[in-house]
């Protein structure tokens, strides 16, 4: 497994991991339900949601197959797949300076990318400091449609 910790500024609430010739766009995709699964996905691109409108602390992790299902202490996971054509993937913010942004190598191919969200009930009053951090965890996988595997507790 590779780990990653990033910082990545979530501006509008949201970052973004993307196969770096991807020309999706994610303005269609964050309907009502991407919103509230905070997890939107576009032709190579998928769309983290976030608590925070600041930077965050993102675990990025590269693994051989899917992880086991620690839920336990989330208050957020959902699935759903990312199709890479060419590589490397892109992890930014989407005000980010694209041409700057961190890029992993990633080989061709589908991957399943798991979110789980912690600490989103721990913000400030003012929204601006947190507990909450994101771990984004990508593994070979099949095409399936983003699901929820916890629901955030409202």
Known sequence: MQSHKLEIFADYFQFYLQDESAEGDLSDAWDDDAVKRMFAVSTGIVGIGTARNMDVPVSLEFLDA??????????????????VSTGPLVVAGCTDYFPGAARFPLEPGTYRVRLSCFGLDS????????????????WPGSMTEPTVLKQRAV
Do not use: I, K, T, W
């Open 66 to 83: 899917a992880p086991p299902e620690d839920f336990f202490n989330c208050d957020l996971v959902v699935e759903g797949s990312l199709l």
């Open 123 to 138: 913000l400030s009053e003012d929204g601006l400091d947190g507990e909450d951090h994101y771990r984004v965890q990508l």
